[in-house]
């Protein structure tokens, strides 16, 4: 079983599915995914930490584990003691979007208007203490603007006030997103990525619009209970190697804007303490309340 600590449809979940579904045929056993959506991932964390450590109850990992051990004062799991790590699954882009009939056609455009007119322009993104949120935090330190972040209950809203002209950007995961740039509805000025986007490549990324040290993603990875032997662990992440190169699963995610990731264990142990040093700085920085 693969617990999921998001709602079934969104990017995550269609993530999980692909790769349990093409690591079940690897392993010979159905990998079956158990939707467990609450704040925290605390639901879904605490019944794979809870659960035999015999490599047949799996975690989908995110970056939210690592932003949540900031934003949580007294979390009931620990994501580095409390689990086995496997391997690293996928990171998903984020862009900056403006609505279609924006005079914005640069994100130089957008940032000289912010500079202009200081605390004036918005920025709309999910839930506080969201990656969208956090990155539209960062954007706006590395960028060196004053702006108002604005968060929403969900994407649907952040959209709905984009096109009302409620909001002035967005930062939101690409995929998602790419039906309405790909329509004109929205028009995205930058992703915050390394490199550009494979699904969006006439899009800056933030550095060449000139915002420096500002990547940011969403991602999500595999682990198991603390204590699963490690050769139930080798076993899981071969089959985890085999779905990430197998056709299907590329064919059906990358057209997504999913970046299929992979790795050993120890890579995903040091990304894991790596964001999560990282995304504490920005929550002190932008003087996010704890929950």
Known sequence: MLVVPFAPGGIADLTARA???????????????????????????????????????????????????????????????????????ARFDLGLFVAGASPHRTLVQWLAQARAQPGRMTIGTVVAGSTQHLAAELFKARAGVEAVVVPHKGTPA????????????????????????????VRALAVASAERSAVLPQVPTLKEAGVERCEASSWNALAAPAATPAAVLQRLRRAVDRALHDPAVLAQLQPL??????????QLYQWLQQETQRWSEVVRSAKIELQ
């Not at 970056?63 to 009931?76: E, G, I, Q, T, W």
């Not at 804007?257 to 120890?266: A, K, S, W």
């Open 257 to 266: 804007g999913v970046r299929l990731m992979g790795g050993t264990p120890e």
């Open 158 to 185: 952040v959209l709905g006030a984009l096109r009302a002209g409620e909001i002035d950007l967005a930062v939101e995961i690409l995929g998602p997103w790419l039906p309405q740039a790909q329509a004109g509805v």
């Open 19 to 89: 790769v349990g579904q093409a690591m079940a045929a690897s392993l010979g056993q159905p990998v079956v995914v158990d939707n467990r959506p609450s704040a925290g991932s605390i639901v879904a964390s605490q019944a794979v930490a809870r659960a035999a450590p015999d490599g047949h109850t799996l975690l989908l990992m995110s970056n939210a584990h690592a932003v949540s051990a900031s934003l949580f004062r007294n979390l009931p799991y620990d994501a580095v003691r409390d689990f086995a790590p496997i391997s690293l699954l």
